[in-house]
């Protein structure tokens, strides 16, 4: 068998070309754990969990829900209006502060050019409108009555209405649901119609509740545009996922930082009300298990996350960067359940304050000449950004296409819409060639392809098998002074779709393109540099959708 193995091997090396490995059973050393910084935290954070948060207890905002909440302090609105809210929060084990990913600092006035970039409007040439995803935008607050917003908000059927009898709220008279100050649909909120306001406990998540002139009181209309703006209107903004549902979900102040509980908190809310996919554009420096279990909770529930790489590609003093190591990724999109989203400039290139490193995925447009929904307190109805520099901003524009991605093809696990979203992504003239590249992840997003590829997969895709020599009971083994070119091929019905997926044990994930099967095989060629310079034992598998092959294949580098 192992002499078998070797032939097989060594024909796989003279039809692509290839180098030098050798064949071991020896199982290398475990992976190095990153190299991140998970240490308590300085300058008073994090705040301490159901304390006296560090959020003021006035809000205009608030009387919809609760016309006494003026005076009380949020554990007691918290108990009042948003019992689920509470219950969760009493589950976080320390609070830490999360902030924003909005870039001031790297102006460029360029055009707008997201949207060709992505090859948006080859995308909007196929999809179906009438297809619909909800895509939770867990941010400061929103800009609820834009013109180009106004009529993209999820809606909470179980809120809407008149209460009739039989009904869990029926009291005798007929009573609106959204005003009825009941939970109408029982799911620990009060009168949550559209989204929620987590940090301020209330059912308006709206921007200028507090601070008219925060840094984050536009943040979460920036992002939602990107996500979903109305198109085809007359008005304002374009965006991908035009069709997208956004549900608001507010968990920042408009000073543009939040903590744990309320995320938390908003996290399992968009999961257990229906979101198919969640944006984070926020980050901190620290690792939160309470932050991660719920995030863990989406991925278990079928739920896409997406979220900023982070703002650190550049050292500057701002409370995360200068607590992590040089450029590295922020938390949450460092979580391997996260798609992790950096960004690039106008000229294709990394923008400069985007962060890098192994859990990087994809890059989308995030610096420049980028148009989107904005709130000015002046003008919050018809404001649009015209410059936005931030990861931030990449974060939104996957999230939009991961929600048209869902909306075609609701059955994709997480892992296998992943695959979809970020292995035929553009490669870019930085990536030199390579598959991936730790600056760059799998490159440039390239909607159209990801909408091809998801719907090639919608119907019973065979189970492939992995083209690789010996597969489960043999390994590779090389030295990391020398990259290596690899070959890896898979064997599938013809005119499937088919590509390779190589994962090692601290969930860094790289994708070969996805290929169509001709003459009953695929074979993929590409690089060991794709394993960046850290030693590990990565496994390779054959994947068609949510299927996956059963013959894995072991590339120790060493
Ligand atoms: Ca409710
Ligand atoms: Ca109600
Ligand atoms: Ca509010
Ligand atoms: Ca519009």
């Known amino acids: 068998m192992k002499q078998k193995s070797k032939l097989q091997f060594a024909s796989l090396m003279v039809l692509t070309g290839i180098s030098i490995f050798f064949i071991t059973m020896h199982v290398r050393n475990e992976p190095k754990p990153p190299d991140i910084v998970s240490t308590p935290i300085n300058t008073g954070l994090p705040h301490q969990a159901n304390n006296n948060l560090d959020k003021p207890a006035n809000n205009s905002d608030l009387p919809a829900v609760n016309q006494s909440s003026s005076s009380i302090d949020k554990n007691d609105r918290l108990a009042h209006v948003a019992p689920r809210q509470e219950q969760l929060s009493k589950t976080v084990e320390e609070e830490i502060e999360y902030r924003i990913l909005a870039n001031v600092n790297d102006p460029l006035a ?4 997201s949207l060709p970039e992505v090859n948006a409007p080859e995308l909007w040439d196929e999809i179906d409108p009438s297809k619909q995803s909800v895509v939770a935008v867990i941010d400061s607050g929103f800009g609820l009555a834009h013109e180009d917003l106004v009529n993209q908000w999820h809606r909470n059927s179980g809120e809407e209405g008149m209460t009739q009898v039989g009904d869990t709220c029926w009291d005798g008279n007929t ?6 100050n009941c939970d109408d649909d029982s799911n620990g909120y009060v009168d949550d119609w559209r989204g929620w306001d987590f940090y301020y406990v209330d059912n308006i998540p709206s921007a200028g509740s507090q601070n008219q002139n925060g840094d984050g009181v536009s943040h979460g209309t920036q992002v939602s545009g990107l996500v979903g703006a109305q198109t085809n209107n007359s008005l304002g903004v374009a965006s991908i996922g035009y069709s997208n549902k956004i549900m608001p979900l507010q968990v920042l ?16 809310y968009a999961v257990d009300n229906g979101a198919d996919v969640i944006n984070l554009s926020l980050g901190t420096a620290y690792q939160d298990n309470s932050l991660k279990s719920a995030l863990e909770y989406a991925f278990n529930n079928n739920v896409i996350v997406i979220a900023a790489a982070g703002n650190c590609g550049q050292m500057v003093n701002d409370g995360i960067c200068n607590n992590m190591p040089a450029g590295a990724i922020t938390y949450p999109a460092r979580y391997n359940t996260v798609f992790a989203v950096g960004a690039i400039n106008q000229s294709r290139q990394r923008a400069s304050f985007s962060s890098y490193g192994k859990e990087l995925d994809i890059v989308a447009p995030g610096s420049g000449t980028l148009a989107s929904t904005n709130w000015i307190s002046s003008n919050q109805t018809s404001a649009y950004s015209t410059t936005l ?6 974060s939104p524009i996957v999230a939009s296409m991961a929600g048209v991605l869902r909306a075609e093809n609701s059955q994709l696990s997480v892992d296998a819409a992943k695959i979809a979203l970020v292995a035929n992504s553009q490669k870019l003239v930085d990536m030199n060639g390579q598959i991936y590249n730790e600056h760059l992840g799998h490159g440039s997003l390239d909607s159209h392809q990801a909408l091809i590829v998801a719907r090639s997969l919608v119907s019973g895709s065979a189970v492939p098998s992995l083209l690789m020599p010996g597969k489960h009971a043999v390994s590779v083994s090389y030295s990391l002074v020398l990259d290596t070119t690899v070959a890896a091929g898979c064997t599938a019905n013809n005119l499937s779709w088919c590509t390779v997926w190589l994962t090692n044990a601290a969930g860094d994930d790289r994708y070969l393109p996805y290929r169509q099967i001709q003459s009953g095989n695929q074979l993929w060629s590409w690089s060991t540099a794709v394993f960046g310079q ?7 598998r054959a994947v068609s959708g949510n299927n996956q092959s059963a013959d894995t294949f072991l590339i120790h580098k060493n």
């Open 175 to 180: 009573r609106n649901k959204t005003t009825n």
């Open 389 to 394: 520099h931030g990861t931030s901003f990449a």
């Open 534 to 540: 850290n030693t590990a034992t990565w496994s390779a």
């Open 253 to 268: 102040n408009d000073d543009g930082s939040g903590y744990t509980s309320d995320i938390v908190s908003a996290v399992y």
């Open 110 to 113: 360029q055009n707008q050019w």
